[in-house]
């Protein structure tokens, strides 16, 4: 696989961020698989993708930990 740096406009970036904080302001879906509900993961569906994520209240901080697509079996790749 091929590397490519990525660059990023400052619009880019401020989308990208108020994507992240739709996905911390919307409550998202409980994955289906108990060993992602324990782990207190969230899922936000996204048209055929699924973003998996993580919401910590106290420090207001959102975590994505992988965007996959809803087609594979995904609880093997977060």
Same mark, same amino acid.
Do not use: C
């Given at each position: 696989?091929?590397?490519?740096?990525?660059?990023? #406009? @400052?619009?880019?970036?401020?989308?990208?961020?108020?994507?992240?904080?739709?996905?911390?302001?919307?409550?998202?879906? +409980?994955?289906?698989?108990?060993?992602?509900?324990?782990?207190?993961?969230? $899922?936000?569906?996204?048209?055929?993708?699924? $973003?998996?994520?993580? $919401?910590?209240?106290?420090?207001? #901080?959102?975590?994505?930990?992988? +965007? $996959? @697509?809803?087609?594979?079996?995904?609880?093997?790749?977060?």
């Amino acid at each position: 696989m091929k590397v490519y740096k990525i660059l990023r #406009t @400052d619009k880019a970036e401020d989308q990208l961020r108020d994507i992240i904080y739709y996905i911390a302001d919307e409550s998202g879906s +409980i994955p289906r698989y108990s060993i992602l509900k324990k782990q207190r993961y969230r $899922v936000l569906i996204l048209e055929k993708h699924l $973003v998996f994520y993580k $919401v910590n209240e106290e420090d207001r #901080t959102v975590i994505i930990y992988s +965007i $996959v @697509d809803g087609k594979r079996e995904y609880k093997n790749l977060i």
